[in-house]
T-cell receptor, first 115, second 114 residues
Framework: EPEVTQTPSHQVTQMGQEVILRCVPI?????FYWYRQILGQKVEFLVS????????KSEIFDDQFSVERPDGSNFTLKIRSTKLEDSAMYFC?????????????FGPGTRLLVL | QKEVEQNSGPLSVPEGAIASLNCTYS??????FFWYRQYSGKSPELIMS????GDKEDGRFTAQLNKASQYVSLLIRDSQPSDSATYLC??????????????FGRGTQLTVWP
């Protein structure tokens, strides 16, 4: 069964460093999302992406964040200068139908720890 | 601001019992609703989706939606220890404005004891 994959599974970085989280959405999906979940808290929407453009971003997704689809398979989230509060689990999701009955499929996540 | 509220639990039921999970949402524009299961340290896994008022059954799971009351529930029949997880309720947004951003509740932790 097709699935969303994410790398790395774990990332430890120093505050102020740049990190790139990678996702490979399900192959025929065209709509992509990043969510994050701080330990013990809700899953929170960061950004949605379609046709090489950001469709919507949340208030969390400030200038330190960017997304890119550098080729036909990868979808990346970059955090330019990490902060301690960026420590969280980051989930990529994809769907093939953003209509009324859309289903978003989540990847396994990348656990980011900022020291 | 769209809000999705769930009882955080923990909810504890014996094996074979019915587990009932509840969720309310604050925005009448939300059209689609989802239940995800999340094991500790893992990603959300879709269990059920529901878009119309009434009940939707899939195996041991039944989702119920009441848009007038802004209420969604999930029933798990014949609960198994493997059902022990956190159950996340999520609401999808108005299709006219977004590409399907989901708003999640905090989740209800369910424990099924043998």
């Amino acid at each position: 069964e097709p699935e969303v994959t994410q790398t790395p599974s774990h990332q430890v970085t120093q505050m102020g460093q740049e990190v790139i989280l990678r996702c490979v959405p399900i192959s025929n999906h065209l709509y992509f999302y990043w969510y994050r979940q701080i330990l013990g808290q809700k899953v929170e929407f960061l950004v949605s992406f379609y046709n090489n453009e950001i469709s919507e971003k949340s208030e969390i997704f400030d200038d330190q964040f960017s997304v890119e689809r550098p080729d036909g398979s990868n979808f990346t989230l970059k955090i330019r200068s990490t902060k301690l509060e960026d420590s969280a689990m980051y989930f990529c999701a994809s769907s093939d139908n953003p209509g009324p009955q859309e289903t978003q499929y989540f990847g396994p996540g990348t656990r980011l720890l900022v020291l | 601001q769209k809000e999705v509220e769930q009882n955080s639990g923990p909810l504890s039921v014996p094996e074979g019992a019915i587990a009932s999970l509840n969720c309310t949402y604050s925005d009448r524009v939300s059209q689609s609703f989802f239940w995800y299961r999340q094991y500790s340290g893992k990603s959300p896994e879709l269990i059920m989706s529901i878009y119309s008022n009434g009940d939707k059954e899939d195996g041991r799971f039944t989702a119920q939606l009441n848009k007038a009351s802004q209420y969604v529930s999930l029933l798990i029949r014949d609960s198994q220890p493997s059902d022990s997880a956190t159950y996340l309720c999520a609401a999808g947004t108005d299709r006219g404005s977004t590409l399907g951003r989901l708003y999640f509740g905090r989740g209800t932790q369910l424990t099924v004891w043998p």
